[in-house]
């Protein structure tokens, strides 16, 4: 059963039109980033399209959302290994699908205030296990290894997620909108960049045909 207390669930939101639908149209773009800029040149996005690689422009945010609580901002110490796979597809009729696996490694300290607005116990250290059960009943959570150091509880969880899209799609100038969602391209030869926002982070996807 999907715990209440963390959830693993930013994937979705950050690629938004891919399973869930969201609207990136209204948000300021993250403070800083450590990808490439994406110059959208538009381009013919029609094709059966490979991920070759994808980049979080902001990727401590990304992994600090896979825990939704404000008492837990300061518990991600590291993020490593944003990796993607899979396809996306448009069809010349303006229909499409993609399916794209995203992994990613968070290194997370557990404190004592965290684990309590979690309501998972009142100690980091003793309540160890109990946080990495938590971890474990994520769907999206491919393992979860906890231990218990000093006043914390320190945790390497990996976090893998299948996104789905099938359906329509329509393209204004050098954006692709996908369920409601506006995502920038640019279509280079047999390469194409793509880019969205959601939940204040931004993810580029390199695809190759």
């Given at each position: 059963?999907?715990?209440?207390?963390i959830?693993?669930?930013?994937?979705?939101?950050?690629?938004?039109?891919?399973?869930?639908?969201?609207d990136d149209?209204?948000?300021?773009?993250?403070?800083?980033?450590?990808?490439?800029?994406?110059?959208?040149?538009?381009?013919?996005?029609?094709?059966?399209?490979?991920?070759?690689?994808i980049?979080?422009?902001?990727?401590?945010?990304?992994?600090?959302?896979?825990?939704?609580n404000?008492?837990?901002?300061?518990?991600?110490?590291?993020?490593?290994?944003?990796?993607?796979?899979?396809?996306?597809n448009?069809?010349?009729?303006?229909?499409?699908?993609?399916?794209?696996?995203?992994?990613?490694?968070?290194?997370?300290a557990?404190?004592?205030?965290?684990?309590?607005?979690?309501?998972?116990?009142?100690?980091?250290?003793?309540?160890?296990?109990?946080?990495?059960?938590?971890?474990?009943?994520?769907?999206?959570?491919?393992?979860?290894?906890?231990t218990?150091?000093?006043a914390?509880?320190?945790?390497?969880?990996?976090?893998e997620?299948?996104?789905?899209?099938?359906?329509?799609?329509?393209?204004?100038?050098s954006?692709?909108?996908?369920?409601?969602?506006?995502?920038?391209?640019?279509?280079?030869?047999?390469?194409?960049?793509?880019k969205?926002?959601?939940?204040?982070?931004?993810?580029?996807?390199?695809?190759?045909?």
């Amino acid at each position: 059963m999907r715990s209440r207390a963390i959830s693993m669930g930013v994937l979705v939101a950050i690629l938004g039109g891919f399973a869930c639908g969201g609207d990136d149209g209204g948000e300021d773009p993250p403070p800083s980033s450590n990808c490439p800029k994406l110059e959208a040149c538009g381009g013919d996005p029609v094709g059966d399209w490979k991920v070759g690689g994808i980049c979080v422009e902001n990727p401590e945010a990304f992994v600090r959302s896979l825990v939704n609580n404000s008492a837990c901002n300061d518990v991600v110490k590291s993020t490593r290994d944003i990796e993607g796979d899979g396809t996306y597809n448009l069809k010349a009729d303006k229909t499409g699908n993609s399916e794209i696996t995203v992994s990613a490694v968070g290194e997370f300290a557990f404190t004592d205030a965290c684990v309590k607005a979690l309501s998972i116990g009142n100690s980091a250290a003793t309540d160890c296990a109990k946080v990495q059960a938590e971890l474990d009943k994520q769907e999206s959570v491919a393992s979860a290894s906890c231990t218990a150091s000093g006043a914390l509880c320190n945790c390497t969880v990996m976090s893998e997620q299948t996104l789905a899209f099938m359906g329509a799609y329509s393209v204004s100038g050098s954006n692709v909108m996908v369920n409601n969602t506006t995502q920038a391209f640019c279509v280079s030869g047999n390469t194409m960049k793509v880019k969205t926002t959601s939940n204040q982070v931004t993810v580029t996807l390199d695809l190759t045909k």
